[in-house]
């Protein structure tokens, strides 16, 4: 007879986390005393904890003037904790993610400097670039403290304040990485000035992304602010880039912040953004292709009797209207024919079931668990031909 | 005038994690039906998870009947999931730690097999190679599910239960890591019949360290049972495992989980037992350095005062009775000098202030922040001569 004669110890217990993001303007100035404030209230002992800073060589191009105040400000501003003089200035963008040299000096410098499991990895770049330094800090010693300082739209909004870091591992993205929250972001504005138009803009398209599945009132304050937001309007950036990281911060708190499940609602309009991406090589951008995705979803939700035409129709306006094109050639190319593939691949990618996030209204999402083929490829011909 | 004008959200939010750890005989005999049960438990959707399975070599040597027995158990009791028909048999002990073969092995696996975040990976082996495919594990798509079966004394009931996995990286132990809980763990005792006597006593110096730290009533049953654990009775030794695996997990639970403090009450003994095992250049093993650095805390509590002769006495009897020695040649010939470093290192890696675990008696740890050089050095002398 078959049998269970087994005893068991169960383990049940719970981790808190909390970090605070936040918003300021000219970070290592002087008379910004944000960041000493910081670190002094992260003192816990006599002990003086070090920071390790890291670079990203895209952004010094532009702002070099910080080589020389981040060690003037915690020389004048900072007596917690102490700053390793040799700042580490890496080639940020994808390319940081892929190969794993950059990976490789943050944690030899970690061990070279003896940064421990109480002291702080800063780093000041764009998403791709945190999450690779994040990466790092997540496994080296099995966790130091990192602090990350995004210096993109997209970082400052989205990537920057989750709780994801990764690399890209035999050639897939994000193969390897951790869920590993960071003790605090820094979202300062005055780097983004230097952004190419197409950052600028790639970075909106997780606002409205958020605004769609969330907030219908942030859906209409882009659309009565897009002239100030192509414009390169900062103040206006600094209110979008609050309300999306707001919205995306309550979404993860709230949910299911390690993605134990297979639900994914941040995921709107991704599973074919992702599939665009790679058959662009990446020369498109995250954004770019999201905003194809929502649209290709939008319309789809339409077709299935879930959206109204006049809600349809302000969607696809204001992603047109912010400077996203849906006919994006190489892409489109293809496209079609990958739709069912890119659909398995994000199944795959679950790990389980089948769940998309469609739009029943703006603010509304309803999740669907099977698409129909035919009615897919009716909405991406209607994608392609939007004027 | 230095002001703070920034804006901030805070994000807050706590992660609960839940695991069995099972004890068990002939985990795949198919008589025994906890395996199936567990699989069936986990199942939330008709998806069909995959199971990568590993297995440590030096255990395969003793136990190659599991090539066939645990295929045909899962051909025959396991309907929810689908084993991956490779398994993998690789090196284990300090080894698989230490070069990066193995881990870069496992993590192909995943890649090239598909296992996704919702499908399992299953190692079965030592400490050592349960640290290496754990950390493999916990990195790979941000986590796969992981499942341990322990076969060493040690990992069952002491390193495979808990929350931690590691490789050494740089030379340096456990280097890179994450603290990432399992989804379960099968201690299955027919294993330890083929450990080496080494591996079978070093083992139980973790129960000696639990009871010392944590509970009177298991020391006086060691005590009282010395001549069976010597011997190699089983049924003893399962008690062992069993109640030093609750008191380990007890622990973990009601502490501090993912150590983000600098308190480590599980590590009395430790400061000292890690320098031993470098100096001896790990030709000593963990338990047996562990035996070490408990019998010289022991004496140092002792000599300061905390603890009474008559305890110190049960203490090194017990641990001499289980065949632990304390002037192991290699190690002592320049231990003395190592003391102070060794406390330097053991505080580095806490990163903060000193804090050291001592007893006011069997059972009453006490925690210390200061520790007197000259007296540590009567207690080495004492240890050394201890007869
Ligand atoms: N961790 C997450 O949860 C998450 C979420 C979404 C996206 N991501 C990742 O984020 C990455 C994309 O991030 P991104 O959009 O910030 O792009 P990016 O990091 O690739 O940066 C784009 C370019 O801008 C440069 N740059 C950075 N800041 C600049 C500035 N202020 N001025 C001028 N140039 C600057 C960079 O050097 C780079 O060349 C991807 O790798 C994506 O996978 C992560
Ligand atoms: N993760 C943690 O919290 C934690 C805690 C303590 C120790 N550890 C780690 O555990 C490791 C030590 O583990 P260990 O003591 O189990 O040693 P081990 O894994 O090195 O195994 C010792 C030897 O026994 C062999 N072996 C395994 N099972 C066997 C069996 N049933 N019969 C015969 N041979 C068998 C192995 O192949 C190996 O050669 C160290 O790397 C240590 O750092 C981890
Ligand atoms: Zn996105
Ligand atoms: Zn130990």
Same mark, same amino acid.
């Given at each position: 007879?078959?049998?269970?004669?087994?005893?068991?110890?169960?383990?049940?217990?719970?981790?808190?986390?909390?970090?605070?993001?936040?918003?300021?303007?000219?970070?290592?100035?002087?008379?910004? @005393?944000?960041?000493?404030?910081?670190?002094?209230?992260?003192?816990?002992?006599?002990?003086?904890?070090?920071?390790?800073?890291?670079?990203?060589?895209? !952004?010094?191009?532009?702002?070099?003037?910080?080589?020389?105040? @981040?060690?003037?400000?915690?020389?004048?501003?900072?007596?917690?904790?102490?700053?390793?003089?040799?700042?580490?200035?890496?080639?940020?963008?994808?390319?940081?993610?892929?190969?794993?040299?950059?990976?490789?000096?943050?944690?030899?410098?970690?061990?070279?400097?003896?940064?421990?499991?109480?002291?702080?990895?800063?780093?000041?770049?764009? #998403?791709?670039?945190?999450?690779?330094?994040?990466?790092?800090?997540?496994?080296?010693?099995?966790?130091?403290?990192?602090?990350?300082?995004?210096?993109?739209?997209?970082?400052?909004?989205?990537?920057?304040?989750?709780? /994801?870091?990764?690399?890209?591992?035999? #050639? /897939?993205?994000?193969?390897?990485?951790?869920?590993?929250?960071?003790?605090?972001?820094?979202?300062?504005?005055?780097?983004?000035?230097?952004?190419?138009?197409?950052?600028?803009?790639?970075?909106?398209?997780?606002?409205?992304?958020?605004?769609?599945? /969330?907030?219908?009132?942030?859906?209409?304050?882009?659309?009565?602010?897009?002239?100030?937001?192509?414009?390169?309007?900062?103040?206006?950036?600094?209110?979008?880039?609050?309300?999306?990281?707001?919205?995306?911060?309550?979404?993860?708190?709230?949910?299911?912040?390690?993605?134990?499940?297979?639900?994914?609602? !941040?995921?709107?309009?991704?599973?074919?953004?992702?599939?665009?991406?790679?058959?662009?090589?990446?020369?498109?951008?995250?954004?770019?292709?999201?905003?194809?995705?929502?649209?290709?979803?939008?319309?789809?939700?339409?077709?299935?009797?879930?959206?109204?035409?006049?809600?349809?129709?302000?969607?696809?306006?204001?992603?047109?209207?912010? #400077?996203?094109?849906?006919?994006?050639?190489?892409?489109?190319?293809?496209?079609?024919?990958?739709?069912?593939?890119? !659909?398995?691949?994000?199944?795959?990618?679950?790990?389980?079931?089948?769940?998309?996030?469609?739009?029943?209204?703006? #603010?509304?999402?309803?999740?669907?668990?099977?698409?129909?083929?035919? !009615?897919?490829?009716?909405?991406?011909?209607?994608?392609?031909?939007?004027?």
């Amino acid at each position: 007879m078959k049998e269970n004669r087994s005893k068991n110890i169960r383990s049940e217990f719970q981790v808190t986390y909390e970090y605070d993001v936040f918003f300021t303007k000219e970070l290592f100035s002087l008379e910004n @005393i944000l960041l000493s404030e910081f670190f002094q209230s992260k003192k816990t002992d006599k002990m003086k904890k070090k920071v390790l800073v890291v670079i990203d060589q895209g !952004l010094f191009n532009f702002h070099n003037k910080i080589l020389e105040s @981040i060690p003037q400000y915690f020389q004048s501003n900072v007596e917690s904790v102490q700053l390793i003089e040799d700042l580490i200035i890496l080639p940020g963008g994808e390319t940081s993610k892929n190969d794993s040299n950059g990976w490789e000096l943050v944690v030899s410098a970690i061990n070279q400097y003896g940064i421990d499991r109480h002291s702080y990895l800063m780093v000041i770049g764009g #998403g791709a670039i945190l999450d690779m330094v994040g990466y790092a800090a997540a496994v080296a010693h099995r966790g130091i403290r990192l602090i990350r300082i995004p210096t993109t739209v997209l970082s400052q909004n989205d990537s920057g304040v989750g709780v /994801k870091n990764s690399i890209n591992y035999f #050639g /897939k993205k994000n193969f390897l990485g951790t869920f590993a929250p960071p003790v605090a972001v820094f979202n300062d504005s005055s780097f983004l000035v230097s952004l190419e138009d197409r950052d600028w803009r790639s970075g909106m398209a997780e606002a409205v992304k958020v605004s769609l599945i /969330k907030n219908k009132v942030f859906f209409e304050w882009m659309e009565s602010h897009v002239s100030e937001l192509t414009h390169r309007d900062l103040t206006t950036m600094e209110h979008l880039v609050y309300e999306c990281a707001r919205l995306h911060m309550e979404h993860i708190q709230n949910g299911d912040p390690f993605e134990f499940g297979s639900s994914r609602p !941040l995921d709107f309009g991704h599973w074919f953004a992702h599939k665009l991406e790679y058959l662009a090589n990446f020369s498109i951008r995250h954004g770019e292709a999201v905003a194809i995705g929502m649209a290709l979803d939008s319309i789809y939700s339409y077709l299935s009797g879930f959206l109204q035409e006049s809600e349809l129709n302000r969607i696809l306006n204001l992603l047109r209207d912010l #400077g996203f094109q849906f006919n994006h050639p190489v892409l489109l190319k293809n496209g079609k024919e990958n739709l069912e593939l890119a !659909l398995k691949e994000f199944q795959e990618h679950l790990g389980g079931k089948l769940t998309l996030l469609m739009l029943e209204g703006i #603010g509304f999402p309803k999740e669907v668990y099977t698409i129909h083929l035919s !009615l897919l490829e009716s909405a991406y011909d209607r994608l392609v031909g939007w004027k």
